[in-house]
């Protein structure tokens, strides 16, 4: 077998021709002072795939030159950075306009080839994306540009709105809370299928536009955290569907009156000159919060604790975990549970427990209406909770356009297949 051949094997190289390969040295590093030897394969694209509008693939006259040769990195040979170098020139699309014309080898404006973009789309799935952009030998930048690239791409072949019918919709607050997007995540299959800047009434009227009239009827259920700028537009624009709370937001009520009381509890133990219990009280944040199922033996000792030494507090982390109760029981059965929380809350003469029962108490109908029809919630809550993790890491570095395309390479079912390796 001829080299090129070899090569082009290797590389899984379709509708492209090899002209020549070599190795090369280049300079890396700072200061440009490390050298590292690399393997440049010159190529062209086959005849037939030759000069087309990277937008619409028609073939297109010849413009110009563009700017002359240039390269795209593809994926590793052995321990070899492998490099592509090609011409680059431009076509005349009277769509399009003048553009670089399509190459078989790589998506429209990436310096990357296909291959190398949906291994690490494929890899930041998995890990995070430090440790992909070293592994790859590339930067954050870069991989947040293929995410960006490989997310577009894929959601172009299929509709992520097709078919839905139970709906949850949320916002997420990113850049330390001062920016938020709105995620809504389909409860039967748990997946992430619409997300955009911004948290208002309009954003939500976005998403009914992109759904259209006639699916934006089928929907049967919508839930959400009780804010009626989601609330507004899906009443008046999908009026059959009934609208739900989300049972972790009202967990998530609870969970928060647990923590106020906790830090309330820990100030006055200080004030009355307690600081070994104070610091104990304090301590408990997690042991509080987390499900009992999930808490280790010595938090489930340093719960059972707070039983004999601080009732208030033991009384409000009772209400969380009997709220929690609720979701679980649903229907009538549920309903009584609540009723009996509430009462629970208004007696309770815990000031944040008092106001937790007003609130349960506020959006009764929207919590029964969650009961009655028994909206699962697991996968969309695991959905939830990956999303925030991301919204974390997000701080300080993400745009929301990169946000959101690492949010729907994760969760909305768009991960590409390895390269070389579909069924
Ligand atoms: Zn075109």
Same mark, same amino acid.
């Given at each position: ?21 070599? *190795? ?30 990277? *937008? ?9 030159? #563009?700017?002359?040769? %240039?390269? =795209? ?33 790589? %998506? ?13 789309? =494929?890899? *930041? ?41 139970? *709906? ?10 001062? %920016? ?14 619409? $997300? ?28 959400? @955290? ?8 899906? &009443? ?12 972790? +937001?009202?967990?998530? =009520? ?7 009381? &906790?830090?309330?509890? $820990? ?8 600081? @070994? ?35 208030? !507090? ?42 937790? #029962? ?14 009655? +029809? ?11 909770? +990956?999303?925030?993790? !991301? ?6 570095? +993400? ?9 729907? !390479?994760?969760?909305?079912? !768009?991960?590409? @297949? ?6």
């Amino acid at each position: 077998m001829r080299i090129s051949k070899l090569v082009k094997k290797v590389l899984g190289l379709k509708d492209t021709v090899v002209e020549s390969a070599a *190795v090369e040295t280049r300079a890396r590093g700072r200061k440009r002072r490390r050298e590292v030897r690399v393997l440049v394969v010159r190529v062209r694209p086959a005849a037939r795939r030759a000069l087309r509008c990277p *937008v619409c693939l028609d073939r297109r006259p010849f413009r110009d030159e #563009g700017r002359g040769r %240039r390269l =795209w990195r593809a994926l590793d040979f052995g321990v070899f950075e492998v490099w592509l170098e090609a011409d680059a020139p431009r076509v005349a699309c009277p769509e399009h306009g003048v553009l670089v014309a399509h190459v078989p080898w790589a %998506r429209h404006k990436s310096r990357f080839t296909a291959s190398f973009e949906d291994t690490c789309a =494929w890899l *930041v799935t998995r890990m995070n994306v430090t440790a992909v952009a070293e592994y790859m030998r590339t930067s954050w930048r870069g991989v947040d540009g293929m995410v960006e690239r490989v997310t577009a791409e894929m959601a172009g072949r299929r509709d992520a709105l097709a078919g839905l019918r139970r *709906v949850g919709v949320d916002e997420m607050a990113h850049r330390r809370g001062h %920016r938020y997007i709105t995620v809504v995540v389909d409860h039967d299959t748990g997946r992430l299928v619409w $997300a955009r800047k911004g948290r208002d009434s309009k954003v939500v009227h976005g998403f009914l536009d992109d759904l259209g009239e006639e699916r934006a009827r089928q929907l049967t259920h919508v839930s959400a @955290d009780g804010a009626e700028w989601i609330h507004g537009p899906f &009443r008046e624009r999908a009026p059959q569907a009934v609208i739900c709370l989300d049972p972790f +937001h009202v967990v998530g =009520w609870a969970t928060d009156a647990v923590d106020e009381v &906790r830090r309330r509890m $820990a100030a006055e133990l200080r004030r009355q000159g307690k600081p @070994d219990q104070a610091a104990a009280v304090k301590g408990l944040r997690w042991a509080l919060v987390k499900n009992p199922e999930n808490q280790s033996p010595e938090q489930r000792g340093r719960v059972a604790e707070i039983a004999r030494t601080n009732a208030r !507090l033991y009384r409000a982390y009772l209400v969380k975990e009997q709220l929690r109760e609720v979701f679980r029981v649903k229907g009538r059965h549920g309903r009584r549970l609540l009723a009996g929380v509430m009462a629970w809350c208004a007696r309770s003469r815990v000031p944040e427990l008092v106001s937790l #029962g007003q609130s349960l108490a506020r959006h009764r109908e929207l919590i029964w209406a969650t009961l009655d +029809h028994g909206l699962s919630n697991a996968r969309s809550e695991a959905t939830n909770t +990956h999303l925030r993790g !991301l919204t974390k890491r997000a701080y300080g570095y +993400h745009s929301p356009d990169a946000l959101i395309a690492h949010a729907m !390479l994760a969760r909305g079912g !768009l991960r590409p @297949d390895l390269p070389g390796r579909a069924a």
